[in-house]
């Protein structure tokens, strides 16, 4: 049996090519981004200081944080240099139709 719980975080029409979004799936705040058509998922809240990713700036593959210009790999959620040094958690994806579900592990 799978701990695995999927959650409707969107729908696709709402994350265009290039774009980011913020949801909130229970108590926590995931980041949806759209990277030349493929979506990922990460923790939206930067691991260096308490501001929303997804306010950032996105380039390529990276997001930048707002608050103090941390980047990170959104594929795999690395953190890349000053001044973040904790990666942040990713999470899978799964496309049914016109909804973007995220999988996250049991609270």
């Known amino acids: ?6 959650n409707k975080a969107a729908a696709t029409n709402e994350l265009p090519a290039g774009e980011m979004k913020q949801v909130q799936i229970g ?3 995931v980041a949806l981004y759209n990277v ?3 979506i990922y ?5 930067c691991s260096h200081a308490d501001a929303s990713l ?3 700036y996105l380039e390529g593959d990276t997001v930048e944080c707002p608050l103090h210009q941390g980047r990170f790999h959104i594929p795999t959620g690395k953190a890349m240099g000053a ?5 942040i958690a990713t999470y899978p994806i ?7 579900l995220v999988a996250l592990p049991p609270a």
Not at 1 to 6: C, E, G, K, V, Y
Not at 41 to 45: G, K, L, P
Not at 94 to 100: A, F, L, R, Y
Request: proline share 6%; no cysteine.
């Open 83 to 87: 001044p973040v040094t904790v990666d």
């Open 1 to 6: 049996m799978s701990d695995t719980i999927w």
């Open 27 to 29: 108590p926590r705040y």
């Open 41 to 45: 998922a990460t923790d939206d809240i």
């Open 54 to 56: 997804s306010s950032g």
């Open 94 to 100: 799964k496309i049914e139709g016109t909804v973007i």
């Open 36 to 38: 030349e058509g493929t």
